[in-house]
Each structure stands twice: as C-alpha cells, then as structure tokens.
C-alpha cells in the first residue's frame, strides 16, 4: 500500500511541516524521508535545540529546513494575513502570541503556501492540532464539518473506521457528511467503498434513539451521494459477515461486504479500531483528517518513529 504513495511523492514534489521538530520520533522519520528523497521537510523549533537533540539521538536532518517561530523573517507577512483570515475574532496581539505556537505556526506556513501538508500531535493534543486547521486552512466547499479515518491494515486487507478520533456525538447530518468523505478517502487507498452505518440494530431489529440516528443518517448519505454504496442501519455481523447478511439483509448491497464502517458516535469508534488493532492484529493508520482544503494530520501521542513516517507519506500525498 505505502508503495503507491512513495511513487506518488517521487512523481511530484512536496513539502511537509512537522510541529514538534525536537520529537526524536519525527527526526528518525524526516532523516528516513529527505535520504529517501520522497520529501523537502520543514522541522519547527529552536534551530539550535533542534540541532542539539539530533545529534543526542544520532539522526541526521542536514537536509531539513529547520524554522524557529520565535525568530522567523516574514512573521509581519504572517501576522497581517492571519489577522486578516481571523476577521475580528483575534486581535494583532493575539495572533502573534498564537504564532509562538508551533501548530498556529506550522499551519500558517501550509495555508501561505511554504508548506503542502502538515503532520502535528506527537506531543500536540488532537484539539491542538486541529483547532488552528478549522480556523485557519478551514473546510472544503460543501463540507460542514471536520471527521477523521482509521486506515485499518492486515496484510492485503484494508478497511476504515470512522469518525473514531473527532466527533463526540455526530448527529444524522454530520453522520451522512462522514459516510461520503470517508468513502473518498477509501477510494484514495484503493477501495471500491462500501458504507456500513453501524449500530446495534440491523433494519429495525432493535429500538432506540441511536438507532433511528443510524437509519436516517443512512437516508442522507444516499440522497448526498446516489451512487454511493451505503447501507444501514447494520450491526458488524451483518456487515461483514456474507452468512449473517443472508438471513438479515439479502438484498443490500453493502452488508457481507462492508470495507468502509461508520460509527454512531465516538465511543463505538474510538473502542472499535483498538479492539481490531489489539486483538485483531490490524495496522491502525491515522487518524485522517478528513474535509480540509489541505491535509492537516494528528498523530498520536503514543506513535512510534515507523508510524511517523506512513503518516507523513500519506499525509504528503493527499496534498
């Protein structure tokens, strides 16, 4: 899989911004990236500290431009047009107190167009990340909301699980919005998408408020997308399991055969995707951002330097 996106960046030049410059985790993955020659990488920090901590940690970032936000010339540039795109909410002394901050920082560099893509979170909080996103590179045309994918691995296999890492509690309008964005990310990583609007209820088998959430989100998401292949509501058997879908839903075009699933709200997701990584020994890559005018991606807190690295890929070639 990550194959694709390596040829993608060999093909077209692109630039990524890492946030947390000083992690050891991101130098291990800008050294493998710029020796590589997938991509030109901008390291955030104080440029002698930055220095000083790959050395201690034997990495190698002589190829990355390091930035320090403390001391950067065209900061005045910087100030006015975030000023400009905050249209009253932050004023001047605000903004600039806001660009001390590697992620305000590292965002504006994407949106003044320094930067392609941005990979943040290592020690950012996912808010922290993607709050500067929604203020500053902001949501596509038509898209209301920001939702995130898991991009769930086991050898050949792939599958996504949403919204496990930005919604709390979606409802039937946001739910219908992650279903299409999350088959168009499935499409990025090659999949004929497949949406299976979860719940604990398969066509009305059971009763409840998120179950008639599950149903008319299923409803939205057809009238957004007709050609979308989605279905719901679906418990998981039904989803995936082409023995259940016989007995419970014969005629669906996605139950048995689900690769893309949709959770009612973020407890299921977030629960969902570590039950399958843990003990399914799935790959869980992510979370994707999702409805962005630029790919702004949240690493977590507890990754390591190889899954740095496949987000940076992939993040770099979704720009």
Same mark, same amino acid.
Do not use: W
């Given at each position: ?172 309008? #946001? +739910?219908?919005?992650? %279903?299409?964005? =999350?088959?168009?990310? &499935? ?7 497949? @949406? !299976? ?35 719901? #509501? +679906?418990?998981?058997? %039904?989803?995936? =399991?082409?023995?259940? &879908? ?7 075009? @996605? !139950? ?43 690493? =977590? ?11 940076? @890929? ?6």
């Amino acid at each position: 899989m990550l194959a694709k996106f390596e040829k993608k960046l060999r093909d077209k030049r692109r630039t990524i911004v890492f946030t947390e410059g000083n992690d050891f985790r991101i130098q291990e993955s800008a050294e493998r990236l710029t020796k590589a020659d997938l991509l030109d990488v901008i390291l955030l920090g104080n440029v002698e500290e930055v220095k000083a901590s790959a050395k201690k940690n034997n990495h190698d970032i002589s190829l990355c431009t390091i930035i320090d936000p403390l001391d950067y010339a065209e900061i005045d540039a910087m100030t006015e047009q975030m000023v400009a795109l905050r249209k009253g909410k932050m004023t001047e002394e605000q903004v600039r107190k806001a660009l001390e901050g590697a992620n305000y920082f590292g965002t504006m560099l994407v949106k003044m167009g320094k930067a392609d893509c941005l990979l943040g979170g290592a020690t950012y909080s996912t808010a922290d990340t993607v709050r500067p996103a929604l203020q500053l590179i902001k949501t596509k045309p038509g898209n209301k909301i920001v939702s995130s994918s898991f991009v769930m691995v086991k050898g050949d296999e792939i599958k996504l699980f949403s919204d496990c890492s930005i919604n709390i509690y979606p409802n039937e309008d #946001e +739910l219908a919005e992650i %279903a299409v964005e =999350s088959a168009k990310t &499935a499409e990025v990583f090659g999949l004929d998408p497949k @949406v !299976a609007m979860l719940s604990y209820s398969t066509y009305g088998s059971g009763k409840g408020d998120t179950v008639t959430k599950m149903a008319n989100a299923t409803a939205k998401a057809k009238a957004m997308a007709p050609d979308l292949k989605v279905d719901g #509501e +679906l418990q998981f058997d %039904a989803a995936v =399991s082409g023995d259940v &879908a016989k007995i419970k839903c014969p005629n669906s075009q @996605v !139950a048995g055969k689900a690769n893309v699933f949709v959770f009612p709200d973020i407890n299921a997701g977030n629960i969902g995707y570590k039950i399958a990584a843990r003990l399914g020994d799935y790959e869980a890559i992510g979370p994707i951002l999702q409805g962005l005018n630029a790919p702004i991606n949240d690493l =977590s807190r507890g990754c390591n330097a190889e899954e740095v690295y496949k987000m940076s @890929v992939i993040t770099a070639a979704l720009s």
